[in-house]
């Protein structure tokens, strides 16, 4: 299959024109229409020579990926349904708030870990993203909605299962010859799969983790997560203490909020201690219903879940809920045009 030129660097691109024979100043303008232009199409880069643009095409997908729905809520939160190359579907979220734009990104077509309350697991794994759909699924949201404060990949797929072109795009994401985000900025979620972790250790970069954690204890983390990619508490809180002293990055434990399974006060004492004791925030998500038979608890069950973690003296957040109640939790826009 031909690359993406979205996924390619500039030490590929640079090497493309050695071997198509192009000045090396070329690599510098393609360089530009894709990291400043964010322009992805060939034939738009009107400072290319025709034949150099007639040569991408041939060598390159450009482009792959399209918008191909867009479900937009009253509060300024736009879901993108994006269709790939061969026509699977992806969904990404772009969330205005005060001053700051955060895209929520996709890293693989469905997911292979199949949490009980999830919609993007329900049919497990299609295929991973490569490196040049991440690219351009963040191209996308940003010539939609201008570039990115935030950048979570906390949209469909487990991304520590994607390492191999998950980590090169977000090379691409923070290069100075990429698009230079921080990696402050940039926030990467796992269920806990530990070798990923590891890897993600490795990287010595200050992007932010954060482990949807959703329970005090293996045995009840195990009435949500199925075993088959699941680690035990000890070992995930093993893993990410080592991103965060590799990151120098305080990591975020989520916690989806879930009637009768994970709500009671004994659970909010024993998640503020566990942050507390690793040096990490909690950040609380009420759960969005999708067709399983989980329900979210009642305000006053999350709000007193919250406050018992506060006296406690742990710093804790709720995910704010925006977006609207249609298609709220990620891959549930994603699934309804699946049964369509
Ligand atoms: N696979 C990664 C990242 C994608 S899921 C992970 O699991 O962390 C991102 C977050 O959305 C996770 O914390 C997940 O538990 C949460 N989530 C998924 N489905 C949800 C739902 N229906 N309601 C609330 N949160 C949900
Ligand atoms: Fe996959 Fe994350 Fe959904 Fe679990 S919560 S099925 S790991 S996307």
């Not at 992805?40 to 060598?59: G, S, V």
């Not at 994970?262 to 659970?267: E, I, K, P, Q, V």
């Not at 009642?298 to 977006?323: C, D, L, M, P, Q």
Request: glycine share 8%; net charge neutral; proline share 4%.
């Amino acid at each position: 299959m031909k690359p993406f030129l979205a996924g390619s660097n500039i030490d590929t691109l640079t090497q493309w024109c050695l071997e198509r024979k192009l000045p090396k100043f070329r690599s510098k303008q393609l360089a530009n229409w894709l990291y400043e232009q964010v322009e992805i199409d060939p034939d738009a880069m009107l400072n290319l020579p025709q034949n150099m643009r007639t040569l991408l095409k041939e060598d390159f997908h450009a482009p792959g990926t399209q918008i191909s729905e867009i479900v937009s809520s009253g509060d300024g939160v736009e879901k993108l349904l994006l269709t790939l190359h061969d026509g699977e579907c992806i969904e990404m979220v772009v969330i205005p708030a005060e001053e700051r734009l955060t895209f929520c990104l996709s890293t693989q077509v469905g997911c292979p870990v199949g949490c009980y309350f999830c919609a993007s697991g329900k049919n497990g794994l299609t295929r991973n993203l490569s490196c040049g759909e991440i690219i351009e699924e963040f191209m996308l949201g940003t010539k939609r909605a201008g570039f990115p404060d935030n950048l979570v990949f906390m949209g469909i797929g487990e991304g520590m299962l994607n390492v191999e072109q998950l980590f090169p795009a977000l090379e691409i994401l923070t290069s100075p010859d990429g698009f230079g985000m921080s990696p402050r900025r940039i926030t990467v979620s796992t269920s806990g799969y530990v070798p990923g972790m590891l890897k993600f250790a490795e990287l010595k970069k200050e992007y932010n983790l954060a482990v949807s954690l959703h329970a005090v204890s293996d045995d009840i983390r195990a009435k949500l997560i199925p075993a088959r990619v699941r680690f035990s508490i000890a070992e995930i809180l093993k893993a990410a203490d080592l991103c965060r002293d590799a990151n120098n990055r305080q990591y975020t434990l989520e916690y989806t909020m879930i009637a009768g399974i994970n709500d009671d006060l004994d659970s909010a004492r024993k998640l503020a201690q566990i942050a507390i004791s690793h040096h990490a925030k909690i950040n609380l998500i009420p759960y969005n219903a999708t067709d399983g038979d989980f329900r979210r608890p009642e305000r006053t069950v999350i709000e007193n879940f919250e406050n018992e973690i506060k006296s406690a003296g742990a710093r804790v957040t709720r995910r704010v809920e925006r977006g609207g109640k249609k298609s709220a939790a990620c891959g549930q826009l994603r699934i309804s045009r699946m049964k369509k």
